[in-house]
């Protein structure tokens, strides 16, 4: 298959075909079952922007499955977000909460505008109403929603305050990745990149590859990308490369983490003059010779067309589906060894996990607990996958995916279908 960037929804759907092949006694009606959502909300809403005017907005909320527990997935604010790619993050939730063994199923949400064209109040106005429209269909028993793309803990406290509103009375159990001073947990902002970081470390021992000195490449400077930055180079690693949307800045010595950092919150890019480095593309980028390539930007960057090019030692996908499923193929030929989206960057909805049930028991942990806790369940979700890998002989992809999509299969014929 000739491809650039594929569709989300079929790349997620093909995923769940190979590694059926895998689970010969999932019955037929189950698999058929699991290759659709359970609901998909589309809204069209007014709200009212700071000129007087009224721009309706499109939002989305897909709810792939709750066999195993609540839905639970982020909210993004993306002038790109549609239906297809909800509904692959809404599936690939599921799996991911699955793999790491924890009662959740899951779901995808956001809402199709340019947040940087927005002002404060034009993005409140916006997430309450968005919240409104979407409100009979979430809830802390129900499904709760997070920060993903362009979103943050204020987004969840609007998101929060206006359910509670609904409901009455203050339900802080609705979101996860909220303000400390709202009921989040401690941990949860670092939580993806914490995660990804144990479990690159975990795979680059399995590979005999010491985290020292190890040359790292990063994809993305947000919250996943920039927290990992500091993690790899705090743990000895040396960033050789990091970039946004923009473009990224490259010094083969290393570059100083916390300067590039700075200089991207100050200017929005990595500029020119103030970091030690040169310029490069994101394109550029992902061709470095490294040992470790973190995607951890947005879906569909290594591709059929440019996964030849790669010359790293090792990818862990910080980014939900930065890999298409022909480029798979091709890093299998060239033995880099990969460690997936529903592994690797599961660290956030662990960490939400967490937050949800001190929300419910009313009692919280301190940050080395979260932490401790974190490790534990990302370890051996890690050597779970590696096994499946060993004993089918099989990417740790496909591994995860026969994991992941395993327990929700099992879950479900022990359920049973109703009526």
Not at 137 to 159: C, E, K, R, Y
Not at 166 to 182: A, F, I, S
Not at 300 to 321: D, H, S
């Amino acid at each position: 298959m000739n491809e650039g960037k594929v569709n989300l929804a079929q790349m997620a759907l093909r995923q769940i075909e190979i590694a059926a092949k895998y689970l010969p006694h999932m019955e037929p009606g189950i698999l058929e079952k699991i290759k659709h959502t359970k609901r998909e909300i589309i809204v069209h809403f007014p709200v009212k922007m700071d000129d007087g005017s009224v721009r309706v907005f499109t939002g989305y909320r897909v709810q792939h499955s709750d066999t195993r527990g609540p839905f639970k997935g982020g909210l993004r604010f993306h002038p790109d977000a549609h239906l297809d790619e909800m509904r692959a993050l809404a599936m690939w939730m599921t799996w991911k909460a699955a793999v790491v063994n924890i009662p959740f199923g899951g779901a995808k949400g956001g809402v199709e505008c340019d947040p940087r064209t927005m002002t404060s109040h034009e993005l409140e106005n916006m997430t309450r109403r968005y919240t409104w429209e979407i409100s009979p269909f979430i809830g802390p028993d129900v499904d709760i929603p997070a920060p993903d793309l362009s979103t943050n803990p204020q987004v969840m406290a609007w998101v929060m305050d206006t359910f509670s509103i609904r409901k009455g009375h203050v339900v802080p159990g609705v979101v996860t990745g909220k303000p400390l001073e709202l009921g989040g947990s401690r941990g949860r902002f670092e939580a993806t990149a914490r995660g990804l970081f144990i479990v690159a470390e975990r795979a680059a021992h399995s590979r005999g590859l010491a985290m020292k000195d190890a040359r790292v490449v990063i994809q993305g400077a947000g919250n996943v990308g920039g927290t990992a930055a500091r993690v790899f180079s705090k743990a000895g690693a040396k960033v050789i490369a990091i970039s946004d949307i923009n473009g990224g800045v490259y010094n083969g010595r290393g570059l100083d983490v916390a300067k590039a950092l700075e200089c991207k919150r100050n200017n929005n890019c990595f500029k020119k003059g103030e970091i030690d480095g040169d310029e490069i593309s994101n394109e550029e980028l992902l061709q470095l010779e490294c040992d470790i390539l973190v995607p951890a930007a947005i879906e569909n960057q290594i591709t059929e067309k440019n996964a030849n090019a790669l010359r790293c030692r090792m990818i862990v996908e910080g980014a939900n589906g930065p890999t298409t499923p022909a480029a798979d193929m091709v890093l299998r030929e060239k033995n880099i060894y990969f460690i997936p989206d529903i592994l690797a960057n599961a660290g956030g909805v662990v960490v939400s996990y967490f937050e949800w049930v001190q929300n419910l028991q009313e009692l919280f942990w301190s940050e080395k607990q979260i932490y401790q806790r974190l490790k534990r369940i990302l370890s051996s979700a890690f050597d779970e996958v590696k096994a499946l890998s060993e004993k089918h002989k099989v990417d740790m992809r496909t591994a995860a995916s026969i994991l992941g999509i395993g327990r929700v299969a099992e879950a479900t014929r022990l359920r049973g279908i109703f009526p």
